[in-house]
């Protein structure tokens, strides 16, 4: 999907977040929230209270989305700016903790991709999508939550309705098995 049709699927999301529907806010946060861990952890480096801060982004999301003007910013400028508030507020609240000044986020290097290492992602994607789909159904589904939602192993179980050890047995063994797939396909 080109930028401008990702602009436009965020804008209309925000829009029915705004009249408090849901699933466009599920939609907002599974669009944005790597970018937006990403930006916060330029200020925050400690992950677990990125998390928190990207938590507390999307429940002002949730309470601010009809204050979101698509003709001043694109969707994404504005939730990178709610993220960014937060987390040097963050920062400030955290009395010893180090603050990053805006300068200093300025200069710090763009780590986007090179249009050849886009590539090499994007094949690379297609090959673990390849090898996913060689493992059963809620193995791969069980791998996907895992590692592309970030799910724990007792969410997962919880999820699946077995018990915590099975689950880290289905995750080991998965990844075994993509190893080898990914291996071979790469050799």
Known sequence: MDADSQRRVLSSALARVASGDKLALETVYRDTSAKLLGVILRIVPDR??????????????????????????SPITWLAAIARNRAIDRMRQGGGRTFVSDEVIAAMPDSGLSASEAVEASEAAAGIEQCLGELEADRAGAVRLAFFEGLTYEALASRAGVPLGTMKSWIRRSLLKLRDCLGEAYA
Do not use: G, I, N, T
């Open 48 to 73: 677990v209270e990125a998390e928190d801060v990207l938590q507390e982004v999307y429940l002002r999301v949730w309470r601010k989305a009809a204050s979101f003007d698509p003709a001043k910013a």
